[in-house]
């Protein structure tokens, strides 16, 4: 895999410069440790998400132009794939549910994606995204669990390796497990003495309920403000290369993640979704140099004002 | 002044990294041209005031250590001084006028600063500040008109130069003139090809208008959500360079800062002040590279949320 991501990389490279790597003062000062912020949310569709889209399109880029690619994502990675197909001259079918916000849909619209509706369950979205590509021969881009999007995710890391010297915590948030299982590939491989820690919400434990048994375990996602990590059961090549190089996944509370959106937008002047939030939210104070991934800003407005609006945690 | 800027840049290194420079695909592709963020906002008091903050304290530190340094300011310079301050071992008064915002008094505060209330008008807040300069023998810290603060705004200007090849056009925004002194200094120096644009609201022409005649004029300033730009007559010094070195002068309304204030939070997942927005909304369709600086990102919570839910531009 640390290949594979180092292909990505030179891949990558002429499309999508690295993001900033920022150290948080007010975050340092708060937590009495260094603090630093990876800052997806800088990248052109709002999210890490363009780091997979792209690795999975230009890794095979023949067929990707000549049959089209087609996804299933009700989130940042439909906008991703949008965006990284219309950059490439590429066809993209984007599988979300009929539930999805309409701000969503018409991002996804926006970057050039054709969205095509399913049933609101996640068993719809992925039977219509794989008919769709055994009757078209469409090139189907993963949104956590193919070797390239894990590919792709890991490219942030090697950005980390070169933004920081020394060892550090890497806080990363967890949905299915691409970005977590590719940063820690390439974290680990380089510098063994670092710990990647993943964060999900309390709300949405599934990789963290899943590595304390044998196999994959399938929880009902509940509503949460980190509504991009919601994913009933992880991937099963990421669950493995959690299981394997993860040193340990914490849960934080909605009121936390709530508390880090509206920090990180007052203080640190930053729009991050919950999802991206998630890291802040579970960092403890003191300790070693810690990274935290913001891997998207992708809040509703109305969402963002409201937690503008809340009281501040007790 | 160049030389000045040096200075500055090398006793600001070891406490100040440069700020991120980023390039908005957002903006780039919705103006037809390549447009630049440098993000100030980031900086650790949330503006870039923090850089002739600190270039003053440290060209004449044991003044500042055995006397305490003081400094008029309502907003962006006061909590840049209380932090440079504390950071130096130095103690700080900053006289503010009574009637400023709670919000830039806690934060004031918040960095280690002592407040001292003046009445509500510029001509007391700068009799008080002389007053106690006088009295105690404190180094005085001057927000925009003295050759410290436009070397230290100057290093701004630096760090473009490095950040990006090539001719641009930086659109700048004006208060009392320091940033866009120290960054034409900088810029028309080592690059004489770039152009250098100041920005001001429409409620606040101070320097537009005196660079038409032949002395400052002053204004009263109206209330506008660029407050951090609200000053009654520009500093003599910048003035000078101003006329000398700048390439225009822009207005924008309220409308239009409202409107860049929204797309950056909402597209870039920036959190920008008015004053800080007012080169993304001075910026033209098509051209040549532009660079805005966001210069501060201190914007009211409510502000801000209020920003969010206004209606689009028509």
Partial sequence: MFGLIQQARARLAPVLPPTPLIRSDFLSRRLGRDVFL?????QPTGSFKVR???NGMLANLEQARSAGVVTSSSGNFAQAVAYAATESGVDAQIVMMRGASKFKRDRTRGFGGTVVDCEDTFASRWETTFRIQEESGRLLLH???????????????LELLEQLEGD??????ISGGGLISGVATAVKQVRPGCRVIGVQAK???????????ETAVTTRPEPSLA??????TPGERTLEIVRRLVDDIELVSEKRITE??????????????GGGAVGVAALARGGRPAVCVLSGGNILPEKLRSVLAAAALA
């Avoid at 990180?264 to 930053?270: F, G, I, M, P, W």
Wanted: proline share 8%; hydrophobic share 45%.
């Fill in 38 to 42: 990876k800052l997806e949310s800088l």
């Fill in 227 to 232: 509504d991009a990590l919601a994913v009933a």
């Fill in 52 to 54: 997979p889209a792209f």
């Fill in 260 to 273: 880090a959106v509206k920090l990180l937008a007052n203080e640190q002047k930053l729009v991050a979704e």
């Fill in 143 to 157: 949104p956590y669990d193919s070797p390239e999007t894990i590919a792709g995710d890991g490219t942030l890391g």
């Fill in 168 to 173: 550090f915590d890497a806080y990363v948030p």
């Fill in 203 to 213: 709300a949405n434990p599934s990789m963290h309920d899943s590595i304390k048994g």
